[in-house]
């Protein structure tokens, strides 16, 4: 565990500098802050994937709904299990009302569009991250910070690279939010730069990071928000 640092720019106490390459930034500059992400990010997203999207608008939908309600529970229970780690509680409430938000955000859009809410089972992309959480602590912590980093950085990047595609009323809800997960890629990541070291967090991040790239250029035979390269049978995807 590293010393705890004086207060960040943003004045959340324990943050400073960070290491990993997330720069705090006011106002927020998206194409800086895409710059950030799709630089840390592994691989980018397969053109094949944006193509499936279009034809999946329904699951991607519903599946984003789901992502955006799992990420606030992530950061609601982060914030329970490490309320006394430095700049974690304040940093992880704010991510999870933001999150609760764009989840109203997305059930708003499905509801107009008349997309009833049905189960849809969650896509191998966060269990194959999470394989590779170590189970004791504060190994776990950093762990669990680098994973959430990861997923917040490819969001991010999924929705820049949906923006294109995207009718003008949907381009103009994911441009807003990949703003916010921009941002919740930096929380991540300087919170892990505050509980480990340069070395564990660019050990780890080699770690997890090949993993990502696995989950995201391999065949997927299901189509989701964080899937992989589309397979064959995901033309049948519920
Ligand atoms: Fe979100
Ligand atoms: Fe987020």
């Given at each position: 565990m590293s010393s705890v640092r004086p207060a960040d720019a943003a004045g959340t106490p324990g943050l400073g500098?960070?290491?990993?390459?997330?720069?705090?930034?006011?106002?927020?500059?998206?194409?800086?802050?895409?710059t950030a992400v799709r630089s840390f990010l592994p691989c980018a997203t397969p053109e094949a994937?944006?193509?499936a999207a279009m034809g999946h608008l329904d699951i991607l939908l519903l599946d984003h709904a789901n992502c955006e309600r799992k990420a606030a529970a992530t950061a609601v229970s982060?914030?329970?299990?490490?309320?006394?780690?430095?700049?974690?509680?304040?940093?992880?409430?704010r991510l999870a009302r933001?999150?609760?938000?764009?989840?109203?955000?997305?059930?708003?859009?499905?509801?107009?569009?008349?997309?009833?809410?049905?189960?849809?089972?969650?896509?191998?992309?966060?269990?194959?991250?999470?394989?590779?959480?170590?189970?004791?602590?504060?190994?776990?912590?950093?762990?669990?910070?680098?994973?959430g980093a990861l997923v917040e950085a490819r969001s991010c990047e999924r929705f820049?690279?949906?923006?294109?595609?995207?009718?003008?009323?949907l381009a103009r809800f994911y441009r807003r939010l990949l703003v916010s997960e921009a941002r919740h890629f930096e929380d991540y990541l300087l919170l892990a730069d505050t509980v480990a070291t340069?070395?564990?967090?660019?050990?780890?991040?080699l770690l997890f990071k090949q993993r990502e790239a696995e989950l995201i250029t391999s065949p997927d035979a299901?189509?989701?928000?964080?899937?992989?390269?589309?397979?064959?049978?995901?033309?049948?995807?519920?």
């Open positions: 500098p960070n290491r990993s390459g997330a720069t705090p930034r006011s106002p927020f500059d998206i194409e800086q802050g895409l994937w944006v193509a982060l914030l329970f299990r490490y309320e006394r780690v430095p700049g974690l509680p304040e940093r992880m409430s933001e999150e609760l938000r764009h989840y109203e955000q997305v059930l708003a859009i499905l509801a107009r569009r008349k997309v009833g809410l049905r189960p849809v089972t969650a896509s191998r992309y966060a269990g194959g991250l999470r394989e590779l959480v170590r189970a004791s602590e504060p190994d776990r912590l950093v762990d669990l910070l680098l994973c820049a690279a949906l923006l294109p595609v995207l009718e003008p009323d340069v070395e564990e967090v660019a050990q780890r991040l299901q189509f989701r928000f964080h899937s992989g390269l589309p397979g064959g049978e995901q033309l049948a995807a519920r």
